[in-house]
């Protein structure tokens, strides 16, 4: 089994920064993808970023130029920084990696999730 685990949520005024960490740990083979996701109160899980293997990023569009996606593949880590944080910003953060694990019957591929860490932007 692959675990993740998110942190570096809270509480952050308008206009400031968080740096959200997402470690992945377990039967790991390989990732191949990482990113991060975000649910808002009574809104659809959506898109924040993603990053492959060898670094190459996607943004949604809202978060270009804002949220900066990295990770350290030899520490099997996904950070997310986030500037100049705006109230609808606020919501459950998740991520999530994609690649292959090392099981009782073999390699077989998994698609996991973090639990989640809570951003709220209110002053």
């Known amino acids: 089994q692959v675990q993740l685990v998110e942190s570096g949520g809270g509480l952050v005024q308008p206009g400031g920064s968080l740096r959200l960490s997402c470690v992945a740990s377990g039967s790991i083979f390989s990732i191949n993808g990482m990113g991060w996701y975000r649910q808002a109160p009574e809104k659809q899980r959506e898109l924040v970023a993603t990053?492959?293997?060898?670094?190459?990023?996607n943004y949604a569009d809202s978060m270009k130029g804002r949220f900066t996606i990295s990770r350290d593949s030899a520490k099997n880590t996904v950070f997310l920084r986030m500037n100049d944080l705006k109230p609808e910003d606020t919501a459950v953060y998740y991520c999530?990696?994609?690649?292959?694990?090392?099981?009782?019957?073999?390699?077989?591929?998994?698609?996991?999730w973090g639990q989640g860490t809570q951003v709220t932007v209110s002053s």
């Open positions: 999530n990696a994609e690649g292959f694990q090392v099981t009782t019957r073999g390699i077989s591929r998994f698609l996991n």
């Open positions: 990053i492959t293997s060898i670094g190459n990023t």
